[in-house]
């Protein structure tokens, strides 16, 4: 099976780079999926849960990614994010507790910027949660 050539590149780090055969990208509307032959496009990423299997392995990798963008270009994919974190350096308990914060903040009075801000907290703190618990349940 062919694949296409990914790289995975946080502010921080490169996440991943080598040959995948799916990746699994958030949006806002949803989901976008893109495998070999993908056509050229640039793809918005909204922070959540990005999901690819390498060419070698059935096995899918998780990662709670903030927001960015993906390049594809000649079957190659390109994401670029602020954040990317494997489950496995998520600390639960941690994100839980930012959770809880966050949406005590929300169900006070805030003033617009406070409250995207707060909003912002709290969808990460969710995703990571998410990410989390679904990289026990593989």
Do not use: C
């Not at 059935?58 to 993906?70: I, N, P, R, Y």
């Amino acid at each position: 099976m062919s694949g296409f050539g990914l790289k995975i590149v946080a502010a921080d780090k490169v996440f991943y780079e080598g040959r995948g055969k799916f990746l699994v990208l958030p949006q806002t509307d949803g989901e976008i999926a893109i495998m070999a032959g993908h056509e050229d496009a640039m793809i918005a990423i909204v922070p959540g849960e990005l999901r690819y299997q390498t060419e070698d392995s059935d096995e899918w990798h998780l990662a709670a990614v903030s927001g960015g963008f993906a390049q594809v270009i000649n079957n190659r994919v390109t994401v670029l994010v602020l954040t990317a974190e494997r489950p496995e350096d998520i600390d639960a308990k941690r994100a839980q507790e930012a959770k809880e914060i966050a949406e005590e903040q929300l169900r006070q009075k805030l003033s617009q910027h406070q409250y995207y801000r707060t909003q912002a907290s709290l969808s990460r703190a969710m995703t990571r949660l998410k990410v989390k618990d679904h990289s026990v349940n593989l």
